[in-house]
């Protein structure tokens, strides 16, 4: 197959065409009428054809060239409309996720070469916080919320039931771990500012007579951390725990768990749908579930 000859040539050659000029092709394309006669020679030489001919002051397509602009113009025409495509696909793997900090460190990151493995076209932008997006003036496109599944105008998708129980580091008190709940109480415990030691102790049919003393946190992350290093017991969620426990890093000290009303969702607003890599990440998320 001979070579084909060089794209730039080719546009020349489209434009002195349409033109039926030498001088008013180079006028386009900002270059000198000699530039424009020396490109179509050298076409004219390649192919071994007479592409033009000179009618009066017009530079008139042969029939040979006839034929060869209607290609030219269908290819242009088709490279055009595929780097139209591209762009808009570019722009559309472009997403927001949105979600708790300690779910994106302890959930979402351990799990996301999966995703990028699977959808490299698709960039992620992951923005942590405690406010719920609005999907108007922040950017999001999706967001993985907690609680009732319920938000005006949204599609939400369970993702995750919540569950709480004790964890710890497996070197905690020198590997000597609480054999029950009630000897739990002899060891330091961390306290989350939004979890209840006294609700799980209730739960498991505990009663304290006095209140739980200890460190405090207003961050989940920054609990489970403390947890990891040795320094407590901490009320785990399955969701942010589950992580560590599989990797070694906290052993979870009682099979009971505290369950909640509240859920995981994946929200995001219904008109979202006809965006394909919003979907692709929503359908991922489902998957991962499924496997854990």
């Given at each position: 197959?001979?070579?084909?000859?060089p794209?730039?040539t080719l546009?020349?050659f489209?434009?002195?065409?349409?033109?039926?000029?030498?001088?008013?092709?180079?006028r386009?394309?900002?270059?000198?009428?000699s530039?424009?006669?020396?490109?179509i020679?050298q076409?004219?030489?390649?192919?071994g054809?007479?592409?033009?001919?000179?009618?009066?002051?017009r530079?008139?397509?042969?029939?040979?060239?006839?034929?060869?602009q209607?290609?030219?113009?269908?290819?242009?025409?088709?490279m055009?409309a595929?780097l139209?495509?591209?762009?808009?696909?570019?722009?559309?793997?472009?997403?927001?996720?949105?979600?708790?900090?300690v779910?994106?460190a302890?959930?979402?990151?351990?799990?996301?070469?999966?995703?990028?493995?699977?959808?490299?076209?698709?960039?992620?932008?992951?923005?942590t916080?405690?406010?719920l997006?609005?999907?108007?003036?922040?950017g999001?496109?999706?967001?993985?919320?907690?609680?009732?599944g319920?938000w005006?105008?949204?599609r939400?998708?369970?993702?995750?039931?919540?569950e709480?129980?004790?964890?710890?580091s497996?070197?905690l008190?020198?590997?000597?771990?609480?054999?029950?709940p009630a000897?739990?109480?002899?060891?330091?415990?961390?306290i989350d500012?939004?979890?209840?030691?006294?609700?799980?102790?209730?739960?498991v049919?505990v009663k304290?007579d006095?209140?739980i003393?200890g460190?405090?946190?207003?961050?989940?992350?920054?609990?489970?951390e403390?947890?990891v290093?040795?320094?407590?017991?901490?009320?785990?969620r399955?969701?942010v725990?589950?992580?560590?426990?599989?990797?070694g890093?906290?052993v979870?000290?009682?099979?009971?768990?505290?369950?909640?009303?509240?859920?995981?969702?994946?929200v995001?607003?219904?008109a979202?749908?006809?965006?394909?890599?919003?979907?692709?990440?929503?359908?991922?998320?489902?998957?991962?579930v499924?496997?854990t």
């Amino acid at each position: 197959m001979a070579p084909l000859p060089p794209l730039e040539t080719l546009r020349v050659f489209e434009v002195a065409c349409r033109h039926g000029s030498y001088s008013e092709a180079a006028r386009e394309l900002h270059v000198t009428h000699s530039a424009v006669s020396q490109r179509i020679r050298q076409l004219e030489e390649q192919l071994g054809l007479t592409l033009f001919e000179r009618q009066g002051n017009r530079m008139v397509p042969t029939a040979s060239g006839v034929r060869l602009q209607a290609g030219v113009k269908s290819a242009f025409s088709e490279m055009n409309a595929a780097l139209s495509g591209i762009q808009t696909r570019r722009k559309n793997a472009e997403i927001t996720v949105s979600l708790l900090p300690v779910m994106a460190a302890r959930w979402l990151v351990p799990r996301l070469s999966r995703f990028t493995a699977r959808f490299p076209h698709i960039n992620l932008h992951i923005k942590t916080g405690q406010a719920l997006a609005n999907f108007k003036s922040d950017g999001v496109d999706i967001a993985i919320r907690f609680g009732t599944g319920d938000w005006k105008g949204l599609r939400a998708i369970k993702l995750l039931d919540e569950e709480f129980f004790p964890v710890c580091s497996p070197s905690l008190n020198g590997g000597r771990l609480p054999k029950d709940p009630a000897a739990m109480l002899a060891q330091p415990l961390l306290i989350d500012r939004n979890l209840s030691w006294h609700a799980w102790f209730k739960s498991v049919g505990v009663k304290l007579d006095r209140d739980i003393a200890g460190t405090s946190f207003t961050d989940t992350n920054a609990l489970m951390e403390a947890a990891v290093m040795g320094q407590g017991i901490a009320l785990g969620r399955l969701s942010v725990a589950q992580s560590d426990i599989l990797a070694g890093k906290l052993v979870r000290l009682s099979e009971h768990s505290l369950r909640v009303a509240y859920c995981h969702y994946a929200v995001y607003p219904i008109a979202s749908e006809s965006n394909p890599a919003l979907v692709a990440f929503r359908d991922w998320l489902v998957e991962e579930v499924r496997r854990t």
